[in-house]
Nanobody
Framework: LQQLVESGGGSVQAGGSLRLSCRASESFGRTYCAGWFRQAPGKEREGVASIDSLGRTNYADSRMGRISVSEDNAKNTLFLQLNSLEPEDTAIYYC?????????????????WGQGTQVTVSS
């Protein structure tokens, strides 16, 4: 059973950076979607960035330019680089993995989820 464990969250001041990691217990597979999502208090979970088995990346429009998703297939690890953080970025960040589909940025359809890592940005 695939298990995902996030790390790298923390508290930073506005303008700072964080690099989140998501270590998977096994390979994502030959065809897959892998993504980062976040959920702030009182809000729905939303997509941040995704990558698929062809290496194609997709970003939420509001965060494009400030974030970067990457992966190390040899280590079964997914990364999310967060730059120029703003207080509005405060949330629990989750990684997810699942079968490939056309829109990897949608939370629905992901089979495996991590427990989340807290990111807090102060002004």
């Amino acid at each position: 059973l695939q298990q995902l464990v996030e790390s790298g969250g923390g508290s930073v001041q506005a303008g700072g950076s964080l690099r989140l990691s998501c270590r998977a217990s096994e390979s994502f597979g030959r065809t897959y979607c892998a993504g980062w999502f976040r959920q702030a208090p009182g809000k729905e979970r939303e997509g941040v960035a995704s990558i698929d088995s062809l290496g194609r990346t997709n970003y939420a429009d509001s965060r494009m330019g400030r974030i970067s998703v990457s992966e190390d297939n040899a280590k079964n690890t997914l990364f999310l680089q967060l730059n120029s953080l703003e207080p509005e970025d405060t949330a629990i960040y989750y990684c997810a993995a699942g079968p490939w589909r056309t829109d990897c940025l949608r939370p629905a359809g992901y089979k495996y989820w991590g427990q989340g890592t807290q990111v807090t940005v102060s002004s």
